[in-house]
Structure formats: C-alpha cells, structure tokens
C-alpha cells in the first residue's frame, strides 16, 4: 500500500510510470516510512512528473539506486528549492528501460552535503548565467572561458538569502563550501569597483558604494544548475534549443533585486 502523503501529492499510476518497474521496490520502503517523510517523497515525485512533461508517456524507468536516494535523503527535506532539486534529478535519472541511468548519483550526493542557504546561491549563480549565456560569445565547456565570467549579485538579494546577521561570515563559509564543493570558481565580497574589468558607466552607478557578491562560476557548478533542471542533453550546443529553453526557464524563487552584472573578462 502506497503511503497517504505520496497519493496527496502524486497518483499511484503517475508514481509508476516514473519510475518504471523500480516502483517494485517502493512497496516495502514506504511501510517504514513516517507520514512527514512520504509527503516530502510525493512532492518530489510530482515536481519531477512536471519536470518530465509529455515524455512521462513514453516507456522508461528510474534506477533502484537513485530511489534510495530520494527515500534516505529526499524523504528529509522540506525546503521548496531543495525539492525541486532533487525532483531534477529524479526527472534527468528516468531513461528508458535497461538504459544506463546512475549517472546523477554523484550530484545526488553533492546535494545532500549542501545547506539550503548553498542550493539558492547556487540556483541564483547558474539561474543567471543560464538567462545570459544566449548572448554570450563563449564555448561553456572551455572551463577557462566559464571562469572568465563574473557574476555580480545586489546586496538586498545577499541579505534575502542569508539574513543580516553575521553576513561577512556567512558568505566566506558557504563561498568556501561551495569552491572545495568545484561549485564555483572564485569569489569577492565588497564595494571595490576593480572586482570587475573595466565597468561601464552604468554598471559602475548600480555598483555604486554598496557591496556586492562577484562569482565566477564553474563547469561543475553548471553541470549541477543543467541535471537540477532536467535540461535537454547537448543543450549548450545548439543556438536555437539552448535559446528557447533559457528563455522558458522561470525562476523557481524569486527575490526583491535579482543579480546583476555580468562580465567576461579579457
């Protein structure tokens, strides 16, 4: 008997053709299950369904070993943003039957290391790179090019995230996290104009004298932003998909000012 808290959020049926035949394992993992624990597992099913859209008709199968993941750690996770990281995951791990689909089991482990505060950073970072990279002129997997960006974040988005208190110190914790994590490339936290090459006069008047969080990113750190959203495979390379679905990609969490600046340094 499929848990309460998974038929509130996802229908048995639905819950099957996601996962395929895995959904045999389901059955004697939930029983030992709590209620709490079965909604958060049904709301990632359902997050993962959307994510997954028509194509959830087509035959495929999600393997027993990214379901434990859900069941050991998705089952704890209440935070929304968190959620649909994990349901991108799920949704990026359904291939068809007999298809090798463990390829997201590293970045179910990374997710898991990481606080909450970490996971809207990082959404923020590639959220924004993503909505700019179809003007950009540069190849994302020349890592070096990737790192050359600089992304620049208002501080009232800062303080949305982490709160006031003991912000310097917060932003060097998760920041550091996040670069032993490959997550990012560098970062800088302050009203220095020079973080940024050669600012142009607009850029320089939103810097003004308030501080600022400047990002490069990483190829690591994108791969994470591109499986979370159950981007479509090879994305980056074709002008016209990666156009269409960087501009049908909506902001999961929004906040009051969103990041701004961005600069490939020469």
């Known amino acids: ?13 639905m819950i099957k053709k996601l996962l395929g035949p895995t959904f ?11 209620e709490k624990r079965c909604k958060n597992i049904g709301a990632i099913f359902s ?8 194509n959830i008709e087509e035959p495929g199968e999600v393997s027993p070993r990214v379901l434990k993941q859900i069941i050991d750690e998705g089952s704890f996770c209440e935070d929304n943003l968190t959620q649909e990281y994990y349901a991108g995951l799920l949704a990026f791990s359904r291939k068809g039957i007999n ?6 089991i590293p970045f179910f482990k990374l997710v898991e290391r990481m606080s909450s505060n970490q996971i809207s950073l990082h959404y923020f970072i590639y959220y924004t790179l993503i909505k700019n990279l179809v003007n950009l002129k540069i190849n994302v997997f020349q ?8 992304i620049g974040f208002s501080i009232i988005s800062i303080l949305e995230i982490f709160g006031e208190e003991n912000l310097s110190s917060k932003l060097s914790d998760e920041c ?32 003004g004298n308030t501080p600022f969080l400047s990002i490069s990113p990483s190829l ?6 591109l499986k979370a959203n159950n981007a479509p495979s090879n994305i980056l390379e074709n002008k016209e998909s990666k156009e269409k679905w960087c501009n049908d990609l909506n ?5 009051s000012i969103m990041p701004i600046l961005i600069n490939n340094e020469k």
Not at 220 to 225: A, E, M, R, T, V
Not at 251 to 255: E, G, N, R, S, V
């Open 24 to 34: 045999d394992y389901l059955g004697e993992e939930i029983k030992n299950l709590v």
């Open 47 to 54: 997050k993962a369904t959307y994510k997954i859209g028509t």
């Open 176 to 207: 550091t996290l996040a670069m032993k994590e490959s997550l990012l490339s560098s970062y800088n936290f302050g009203i220095d104009k020079d973080i940024f090459s050669h600012p142009t006069e607009s850029e320089i008047t939103l810097i």
């Open 99 to 104: 298809e090798n689909n463990e390829d997201s």
């Open 143 to 150: 890592s070096q090019e990737l790192q050359n960006l600089k």
């Open 220 to 225: 690591y750190g994108l791969n994470l932003f």
């Open 251 to 255: 902001p999961i969490k929004t906040l």
């Open 1 to 13: 008997m499929i848990g309460a808290g998974l038929i509130a959020f996802a229908s048995k049926d």
